[in-house]
């Protein structure tokens, strides 16, 4: 049904990336695209073009997270819109030297703009959008902002581009079953992002996880956001579906072991941590120079570290 790349050098890949494997400081993986990598069938018929692990930039067309994709026998499913019309449509060229079956979904995992950008690109071509309804939300408050930052940052590149919602939603789980795939679209629980999605192959143990999991840069703590709910919802949701094959928002494929390791453990290091230092007295000041250093080989590094400290001592200083 499609072609078939390198898998085993793609599994051992995921099965031993670390966070070396990854760098802010790579160029373009893929000079001839708008994308930044190039896809890879990272099982058979499931295909990523992994973006970079850096914040979004002209040269890398805002790909900075992962575009990925489902070929099946009756059409293919996207999940991300892309973070501008162009990058979809670079995407899409690329899922056309795969297969002749035609796009019919496309699966934003959040509100953000990588995520939604793109998705003027996709309804012209006629595809349905869908999206968890707190995401929509999400993006419907601040798509004027997300949209001028893309702008901004993208200038020529965002030609193209307009803002539009999906027109599917779902609640608790969305399912369908294409050309003999069962896929099973999910809302784990509260994590990184507003109506963060994740999407579930039960046959062949993969789950597209997007950023309820990290493992090669830092995660993000966003404002507002409750990381013990993000750690509850890893044990009782995350941990239970055991998948062998992840794909995460942000990095390379890997597993459970390692997305845990750089995201649950990390959460809780960081808690504990916090927690430790609210129990010596200390203030919001002192918490953003809270010891960290175990984390230091993470890409984004630099720029999180502080502020996921400052972040998680606001939400903790209170419980």
């Known amino acids: 049904m ?10 051992a890949l995921g099965t031993l990336a670390s966070a070396a494997a990854a760098s802010e400081d790579i160029a373009d993986q893929y000079p001839q695209s708008e994308l ?45 819109g892309g973070a501008s019309a162009r ?13 002749d079956q035609p796009v019919v ?76 795939v069962e896929i099973e679209v999910m809302h784990m629980g509260p994590a990184h992002d507003p109506g963060d999605t994740q999407v579930w192959l039960p046959q062949w143990g ?28 890893w044990d009782e949701k995350m941990e239970p579906l055991a998948p062998t094959y992840v794909i995460p928002g942000h ?9 845990r390791r750089y995201t649950r453990d990390y959460l809780v290091d960081l808690r504990e941590t916090i927690g430790a230092h609210i129990e010596e007295g200390g203030d919001l000041a002192g918490a953003y120079y809270v010891d960290q250093e175990r984390w230091r080989n993470l890409d984004t590094f630099e720029e999180l570290a502080t502020k996921n400290a400052g972040r998680v001592f606001e ?4 419980e």
């Open 36 to 80: 930044y990598s190039k896809p890879v069938e990272v099982i058979p018929h499931v295909f990523s073009a992994i973006g970079a692990t850096a914040p979004p930039t002209y040269e890398n067309s805002g790909h900075n997270n992962n575009l990925s994709f489902i070929v099946t026998d009756e059409g293919v499913v996207v999940i991300n």
């Open 206 to 233: 993969m789950l597209i996880a997007g950023d309820i999991a990290f493992h090669e840069r830092m995660l993000p703590i966003f404002e507002g956001i409750c990381t013990s709910c993000w750690i509850e919802t």
């Open 105 to 180: 979904l496309v699966i934003n995992e959040n509100g953000q703009g990588h995520a939604m950008l793109g998705n003027s690109y996709w309804v012209d071509q006629g595809v349905d959008i869908l999206a968890h309804v707190d995401a929509i939300e999400a993006f419907g408050e601040d798509a004027d902002f997300i949209y001028q930052g893309m702008q901004r940052y993208n200038r020529d590149k965002a030609e193209g581009t307009r803002i539009v919602t999906p027109n599917l939603s779902f609640e608790d789980e969305y399912k369908l079953s294409l050309g003999g």
């Open 251 to 259: 990095g390379h494929p890997t597993n459970l072991a390692q997305v």
């Open 2 to 11: 499609t072609r078939f790349t390198s898998f085993c050098a793609v599994a």
């Open 87 to 99: 990058l979809a449509a670079a995407l899409h060229e690329e899922i056309k030297t795969v297969t």
């Open 315 to 318: 939400e903790m200083e209170w």
